[in-house]
């Protein structure tokens, strides 16, 4: 498996930015797609955005689409989530999911993945 750590998670007024990354222990090509996933409280976990590791190939929630964008760098084995025009209701834990060794049949979906990052907390307040 590999090992996820995001970071840049923090508060921001409703307009603002943000840039999320996810740092990965390996980055090869056993890391088919990685995945961003979000959970409010007391709401179910939310698909984000995902990236298709060797081809690039990216893929939005309509609730974020024009807003946010998902890129990787694969030297440092990391990838980000950018995220503009931010509004309140995308508070919530943001958590980096990677799929390892398996194919992918849905971005969208959490059972997709083989690996977790712990998240990092965004609040935007109004």
């Known amino acids: 498996q590999v090992q996820l750590v995001e970071s840049g998670g923090g508060s921001v007024q409703a307009g603002g930015s943000l840039r999320l990354s996810c740092a990965a222990s390996?980055?090869?090509?056993?890391?088919?797609?990685m995945g961003w996933f979000r959970q409010a409280p007391g709401k179910e976990r939310e698909w984000v955005a995902s990236i298709y590791t060797v081809y690039g190939s990216t893929y939005y929630a309509d609730s974020v689409k024009g807003r946010f964008t998902t890129s990787q760098d694969n030297a440092k084995k990391t990838m980000y989530l950018q995220m503009t025009s931010l509004k309140p209701e995308a508070t919530a834990m943001y958590s980096c999911a990677a799929a390892v060794g398996v194919v992918v049949g849905s971005p969208r979906n959490p059972a997709s993945y083989t690996s977790w990052g712990q998240g990092t907390q965004v609040t935007v307040s109004s």
């Open positions: 390996r980055y090869d090509s056993s890391v088919n797609c």
